[in-house]
């Protein structure tokens, strides 16, 4: 069993032990808590390559010690040339899920290390590029145990991914499928790295680096251009934020990511007054109900923030909030059939000693994201772009339009002075598993880590599902089930510990310092501090 995990001088979470340990031995060295972060994200995108990737998108919640919450927004935008035409000409009725026309925005990951990377020189970071990217690079080049799940889905999706250009030359040793605990080189993205830490980050997209990518994007027939990465800059914002009963306050990204969903569901059920405990029927119910109005008004709201009619932030404001919990039925569920969507994420989190906080999630949409693989910079490509519609609505397609994300990192903070960052992979369910972590940690005062280990539910899609049912892990009591089916819900059960669930993790920094932290049963992860 796994149990919390507590330290002083500093703590990290990711869903793979090897990054985790990455971003501890920066710790050690010196290196503050975004500087371990993007030493974590940078080795998963080495050792977890089904899940993330520099070729995708990231979102940062920085949260400095008596400071405000900051957001970085490192979402690439759709190329120039990806407009509906381009795809009804080559007679698609939708953007496809994998191949060169998947790989249609800009992947925009990087620029946000270089963006939390400056801010991290005002909070005490000051390691070398070199140094942050040591193990990624040394895993690259000389190799990485390959994980269950990375094995598992490339059997799994081979049919889809087979053919994407350089999936198989890549993933595909001897043209064969990986085992599990084979060991795995990918030396073309290993020269990437080492390249990005002798030049910088900005290399990516205006450098050697980004001409390098544009020339691996054209011959695969990609409608990404150099122009498109030299364009693109990550953002800097102010998060979202809302406020529950306590003073406890939660923040999260703004649009394009489904933040206001996730702080919506929370302040929603905060309004319902659920006083029976964690994993009773009003527990789950409730935060079910919460998840439907909220997510309603996500799908109808958010977009490219550009084209949105209405800011996220006034979703938030309390009459709207108090309104929607009021038309919640405590003992009857609401009819579910909205349309469900997916993807594939890694979350990681770090709190220095300092009490820099840092939740960071960055994904390449689904497992392997296009399956493109770039032949001279071996960078997998993300297919963040298939979100969008090739018809009328807040989600068109088109040039230069920020595609809709489910990536949402969360992060809160109690009036006792503790601070907690938290968060998921798992598309539909991110929002869903923040909430019921929150829950059991923030209101009903559960353990840490057995508020992740708890059996959790679903509803809708994510990895790898389709269905819109309410998908529940079936170490949940026959009795709850019972009683969540006799008020309407269309319960499937699912495998105890299923990747469905996501792959979550939090730590948390007590006003005395002590640190806190949890890593998900259902992943390769881990958490450690010293």
Not at 453 to 472: C, F, H, Y
Request: glycine fraction near 12%; aromatic fraction near 6%.
């Amino acid at each position: 069993m796994l149990n919390t995990v507590r330290s002083q001088r500093g703590m990290v979470t990711a869903p793979h032990h090897l990054a985790s340990e990455a971003g501890l031995r920066v710790l050690r060295d010196g290196g503050n808590a975004i500087e371990a972060a993007i030493a974590m994200a940078a080795t998963l995108a080495v050792v977890y390559p089904h899940m993330t990737g520099i070729g995708g998108d990231g979102f940062w919640i920085i949260a400095p010690p008596g400071g405000d919450p900051i957001a970085i927004d490192a979402c690439g935008r759709a190329a120039r040339a990806a407009t509906p035409d381009l795809y009804n000409d080559a007679g698609l009725s939708l953007v496809p899920t994998r191949g060169p026309l998947a790989a249609n925005t800009v992947a925009g990951t990087v620029s946000g290390w270089r963006e939390a990377q400056q801010l991290s020189t005002t909070l005490g970071g000051g390691l070398p590029l070199g140094r942050i990217l040591e193990d990624a690079i040394w895993y690259a080049e000389n190799g990485f145990p390959v994980s269950a799940s990375q094995a598992e889905l490339t059997q799994a999706k081979l049919a889809e991914l087979r053919n994407a250009p350089g999936f198989a030359a890549t993933f595909l040793p001897d043209g064969r499928l990986p085992t599990t605990g084979e060991f795995m080189r990918l030396p073309a993205l290993a020269a990437t790295l080492r390249r990005l830490a002798a030049a910088g980050f900005d290399d990516l997209y205006r450098g050697e680096l980004g001409r390098r990518l544009a020339s691996d994007l054209a011959a695969i027939g990609a409608p990404l251009t150099q122009l498109d990465l030299a364009d693109h800059h990550a953002i800097t914002a102010s998060p979202l934020a809302t406020t529950l009963r306590g003073g406890i306050r939660l923040v999260n990204c703004p649009p394009p990511t489904q933040g206001v969903a996730s702080l919506m569901i929370l302040a929603i059920f905060d309004r319902l007054q659920v006083t029976a405990d964690a994993e009773t029927f009003g527990h789950v119910h409730g935060l079910v109900e919460a998840t439907k109005r909220a997510f309603v008004l996500r799908d109808r709201l958010v977009g490219d923030p550009a084209s949105m009619a209405e800011t996220a932030q006034d979703q938030l404001q309390p009459e709207r909030l108090d309104s929607l919990a009021a038309a919640i039925d405590m003992r009857q569920a609401m009819p579910w059939p909205a349309e469900p969507s997916g993807g594939d994420t890694v979350w990681l989190g770090a709190i220095d000693a300092n009490g820099v906080a840092v939740s960071f999630i960055q994904s390449i949409f689904f497992e392997f994201g296009s399956g493109c693989v770039l032949p001279e910079t071996g960078v997998l490509w993300q297919n963040r772009g298939s979100s969008f519609s090739l018809s009328d609505g807040i989600r068109q397609l088109g040039p230069g339009r920020k595609p809709f994300h489910t990536l949402n990192p969360a992060a809160a903070s109690f009036p006792d002075g503790r601070v907690m960052v938290y968060g998921t992979m798992g598309g539909e369910g991110q929002p869903q598993t923040q909430a019921a972590i929150f829950t059991r940690y923030g209101i009903y005062g559960q353990d840490l880590q057995s508020a992740i280990t708890a059996p959790r539910w679903l509803l809708g899609k994510t990895w790898g599902e389709d269905s819109v049912t309410l998908k529940v892990e079936n170490r949940f009591s026959d009795s709850l089930i019972a009683d969540l089916r006799g008020a309407g819900h269309d319960v499937a059960l699912v495998d105890a510990f299923t990747s469905t669930m996501g792959h979550a993790g939090a730590i948390v920094r007590h006003a005395n310092g002590l640190l806190e932290g949890a890593s998900d049963p259902r992943s390769d992860g881990a958490a450690i501090g010293y």
